[in-house]
């Protein structure tokens, strides 16, 4: 299903010139974990994960890739400073000046009014977690979007909504880095 997509997406999406400055202003990073963090709108039933479990797979990431930078996608303007200022990692890259929630509302809520420059923030974030090499995500129509563009990223993510046994562990996370990158 994926592979479909994906080859629909290759096919016939192409970010325009203005969109695909934007894309490299927010991620300029090659060697990159993406992340798309959402906690402000998760709804029907899926539970919002803490802060904590994103940071343990980040600083994974940056011990096992010998210093990758981090690409954040997020809906809450309220945890950058957190992830920028305490994280172990050298580089955090997000979109600069863009419309985020303060933590309690969904931006869809807050921002009803600017729906053209919320969607192409969020164009924007797709695109920019696709350019990374891992990705670690929840259940969202984004996530799906930045794997379809990046059909690669399928065997190099991990779904924190997943259940049980099927969550990748931080430190199987980190061993699939560390290979990853020997091989590169």
């Known amino acids: ?17 203005r969109i695909q400055e934007l894309i490299e202003q927010a991620n300029p ?18 539970k919002k994960k803490p802060l904590e479990l994103f940071q343990s797979y980040a600083e994974a990431y940056a011990e096992a890739s010998g210093g990758g930078s981090l690409f954040v996608a997020t809906d809450d303007g309220t945890i950058l400073n957190t992830i920028e200022t305490s994280w172990k990692i050298s580089k955090v890259y997000h979109q600069k000046n863009i419309l985020r929630s303060s933590g309690v509302d969904a ?3 807050t921002f009803q009014n600017e729906t053209h420059r919320t969607n192409t923030e969020g ?6 977690m696709s350019r990374c090499d891992f990705f670690v995500h929840g259940f ?27 969550v ?17």
Do not use: W
């Open 1 to 17: 299903m994926r592979q479909r997509g994906a080859e629909k997406v290759s096919k016939y999406f192409r970010p325009q010139p």
């Open 29 to 46: 990073a090659t060697k990159c974990l993406s992340m798309h963090i959402r906690l402000t709108d998760k709804g029907h039933g899926r």
């Open 107 to 109: 931006i869809f809520r």
């Open 123 to 128: 164009i924007v974030d797709m695109y920019a």
């Open 140 to 166: 969202s129509a984004m996530a799906e979007a930045a794997i379809y563009i990046n059909p690669a990223l399928h065997n190099r993510s991990v779904n924190v909504d997943d259940i049980g046994e099927e």
């Open 168 to 184: 990748v562990s931080v430190p199987t996370f980190q061993k699939l880095v560390e290979e990853y990158y020997k091989k590169r």
